[in-house]
T-cell receptor, first 111, second 114 residues
């Protein structure tokens, strides 16, 4: 059974600082997705990582995937308040498009 | 990406009743899924909605409790039957066009059972 673990679950940081969110998963998969969820809203797709070594960047966020280590990271550079949200990683279970989600990381960026 | 319309957006229901949630997509999609997100929690897959055949349920979810229909490639319904307060959650429809693209999610149905 595929398990996906994120850490930290809660992250409070100051504007301008850098931090990394980690996503570990338990079985082989080449497809990992990052989503953002604002309070009371649905999920917004951020990144799709489809192979070992994949790196994607959008603004202050950069995601990477190491399939051998079964690890993905979401790096935040020079955080701003607008990045405050919950971030989920999700792993495709055996290419089925069925996603197993991590518990989410609730990020609060303080001015 | 497609426009996903999910209805109702929220409802308050009494124990023992049933609620049917609709998910309409403005283009044909390969895959449709139903997820549940309990308050402050992550998402859990309920089932895959298969076009023209019975849905495929995940462990812990059964057809009698969560009957699903998918009559065509753009529409699906999820019914939450014989509701109890433990069914209070957000129910999300998601659609996909293949594993190289992300799943897209509807805005969700926030269900409260009293």
């Amino acid at each position: 059974e595929l398990k996906v673990e994120q850490n930290p679950l809660f992250l409070s940081m100051q504007e301008g600082k850098n931090y990394t969110i980690y996503c570990n998963y338990s079985t082989t998969s080449d497809r990992l997705y990052w989503y953002r969820q604002d309070p009371g809203k649905s999920l917004e797709s951020l990144f799709v990582l489809l192979s070992n070594g994949a790196v994607k960047q959008e603004g202050r966020l950069m995601a990477s995937l190491d399939t051998k280590a079964r690890l993905s990271t979401l790096h935040i550079t020079a955080a701003v308040h607008d990045l405050s949200a919950t971030y989920f990683c999700a792993v495709d279970e055996g290419g089925s498009e069925k996603l197993v989600f991590g518990k989410g990381t609730k990020l609060t960026v303080n001015p | 990406s497609a426009v996903i319309s999910q209805k109702p957006s929220r409802d308050i229901c009494q124990r023992g009743t049933s609620l049917t949630i609709q998910c309409q997509v403005d283009s044909q999609v390969t895959m449709m899924f139903w997820y549940r997100q309990q308050p402050g929690q992550s998402l859990t897959l309920i089932a895959t909605a298969n076009q023209g055949s019975e849905a495929t349920y995940e462990s812990g979810f059964v057809i009698d409790k969560f009957p699903i229909s998918r009559p065509n490639l753009t529409f699906s319904t999820l019914t939450v039957s014989n509701m109890s307060p433990e069914d209070s959650s957000i129910y999300l429809c998601s659609v996909g066009w293949g594993p190289d693209s992300p799943l897209h999610f509807g805005n969700g149905t926030r269900l409260t059972v009293t």
